[in-house]
């Protein structure tokens, strides 16, 4: 059975930075697209980043270009993104998602995380 666990979440104050960890269990990440999600309260799941399988495509939300970066280690079947200059309009609950190609929509990811809480605020 395929499973996708985050951590890395917490509090921070404005312009500090977190890593998020997603960790796959019963399938490897480099079989999927992994995407990054996040929902703040009362609002729908908005795209932050996706890797594609390959590896060699990485794609940002206008929001988080600059500050956020994926990476992969592939040894550790798990995938990280590194959140910087951290805004207070970045706090929401963070997903990771495996699916066959980066999408924006979130019908396209067949496997999900339970999310990580990210509050930034002073």
């Known amino acids: 059975q395929s499973h996708l666990v985050e951590s890395g979440g917490g509090l921070v104050q404005p312009g500090g930075s977190l890593r998020l960890s997603c960790a796959a269990s019963?399938?490897?990440?480099?079989?999927?697209?992994i995407g990054w999600f996040r929902q703040a309260p009362g609002k729908e799941h908005e795209g932050v980043s996706c890797?594609?399988?390959?590896?060699?495509?990485?794609i940002y939300a206008d929001s988080v270009k600059g500050r956020f970066t994926f990476s992969r280690d592939k040894t550790k079947n798990t995938v990280y993104l590194q959140m910087s200059s951290l805004k207070p309009e970045d706090t929401a609950v963070y997903y990771c998602?495996?699916?066959?190609?980066?999408?924006?929509?979130?019908?396209?990811?067949?496997?999900w995380g339970r999310g990580t809480q990210v509050a930034v605020s002073s």
């Open positions: 998602a495996a699916g066959g190609a980066c999408s924006r929509f979130v019908g396209n990811y067949r496997v």
């Open positions: 019963g399938f490897s990440l480099d079989t999927d697209a």
């Open positions: 890797l594609s399988s390959s590896g060699e495509t990485t």
